[in-house]
């Protein structure tokens, strides 16, 4: 068994350890038990991060019943009222970092996933060459936690 990398971040109350992408200790039902960032996260910020374009937008394809005031919510994926009743913590944060692992057909991106990804070759692309390889997560580790926090909010 592989052990779990950590990235030590400093904060104004300490060291905060950060699991890299490739070194999440994923479960066979595609959950992740263990913490991000060994720190909860905030569900005040998780909605930002859910509703903002830049970030997460998880509102372009997800409903969510909880926020009403948001436009153009998403009807092409699961509502996620009540999402904290059907999945645990866990189940929801591999989710977060990597759908596809639990559902594989799903189009949900990885939001905290740095490979592998499929790639669309030079004929699909023209002339220019596919994507790099390594591409940033579209979240970092706080920002899933900050989701999963708010996500955990959604009980009915």
Not at 8 to 31: C, N, R
Not at 96 to 104: G, M, N, Y
Request: charged content about 15%; glycine content about 10%.
């Amino acid at each position: 068994m592989a052990a779990i990398g950590i990235l030590a971040i400093g904060t104004a109350t300490g060291a905060l350890a950060e699991v890299a992408p490739d070194d999440i200790l994923w479960q066979e039902d595609g959950s992740i038990a263990q913490s991000l960032t060994g720190t909860p996260g905030s569900a005040e910020e998780g909605e930002r991060v859910m509703t903002t374009n830049a970030l997460g937008n998880c509102v372009a394809c997800h409903t969510i019943a909880t926020m009403p005031d948001v436009p153009f919510q998403g009807t092409i994926a699961p509502e996620l009222a009540g999402a904290a009743g059907r999945w645990t913590e866990a189940q929801l944060r591999g989710i977060l970092v990597d759908a596809k692992r639990t559902f594989p057909d799903s189009f949900m991106p990885g939001m905290y996933k740095v490979g592998p990804f499929i790639r669309p070759g030079v004929a699909y692309t023209g002339a220019a060459p596919a994507s790099p390889d390594d591409i940033e997560p579209v979240l970092t580790a706080a920002q899933v936690e900050d989701v999963l926090a708010y996500l955990m909010t959604l009980t009915e």
